[in-house]
Structures are given as C-alpha cells and as structure tokens.
C-alpha cells in the first residue's frame, strides 16, 4: 500500500480529496493506497514517512520524495485526468 501525503490548504482539501479518490477508483486503485492531509509548511517536516506527495500550492522547501502537482484536481477537466494518470502510475510502481 502506497502511503501519499497531501499537502493542501483547508479551503481545497476536500475537494482535491474527492477527485483523488473518484479517479483512482476509477481506475481500480480504491484499496491501495491511504491519503494523509497536511499544510504546505508541514509538508518538509512529515513527508518522510510517506511514498508520495501531491501538493496543491508551490512548494518553497524541496523534500525527498516524489511530488506530484495536484492543483488541476480542484480545477478538474483533462488535466485533472492527466495528473491522476501521473498519481496512478506512481502507486502502481
């Protein structure tokens, strides 16, 4: 099970949250992976025990771990398909 961190800001959580899950239901990931939330500026500090980070503000500090732009996900469209196809990827590698 792929552990991913999502660093969001309260406001886009949820929604970002809700195209992350639909989408990668979709494609047949539902039961491997777990998402955690936290703050941008918490993302260097808790990142390290995750597989993967999405992040849906710029980031100022570099972490160790793959990042993943995860904005279009609020905005949704064909972008939003493409960063799931990215996110899908990463969980199935």
């Known amino acids: 099970m792929k552990k991913?961190?999502?660093?969001a800001g309260t406001g886009?959580?949820?929604?970002v949250l809700d195209k992350?899950?639909?989408?990668?239901?979709k494609r047949g990931l539902e039961k491997q992976y777990s998402?955690?939330?936290?703050?941008?500026?918490?993302?260097?500090k808790q990142a390290s025990g995750f597989d993967l980070v999405i992040r849906t503000a710029?980031?100022?500090e570099t972490v160790d771990k793959p990042v993943i732009n995860g904005i279009a996900?609020?905005?949704?469209?064909?972008?939003a398909e493409t960063v799931l196809d990215e996110i899908?990827?990463?969980i199935k590698a």
Do not use: D, H, S
């Not at 886009?12 to 929604?15: P, S």
């Not at 992350?20 to 239901?25: D, I, N, P, R, S």
């Not at 996900?73 to 972008?79: D, E, F, I």
């Open 73 to 79: 996900l609020a905005t949704g469209g064909q972008a």
């Open 20 to 25: 992350l899950e639909t989408g990668l239901k």
């Open 12 to 15: 886009i959580y949820v929604k």
């Open 35 to 44: 998402v955690t939330k936290c703050r941008v500026p918490e993302l260097k």
């Open 88 to 90: 899908a990827a990463a």
């Open 4 to 7: 991913i961190l999502l660093a």
């Open 58 to 60: 710029l980031l100022t």
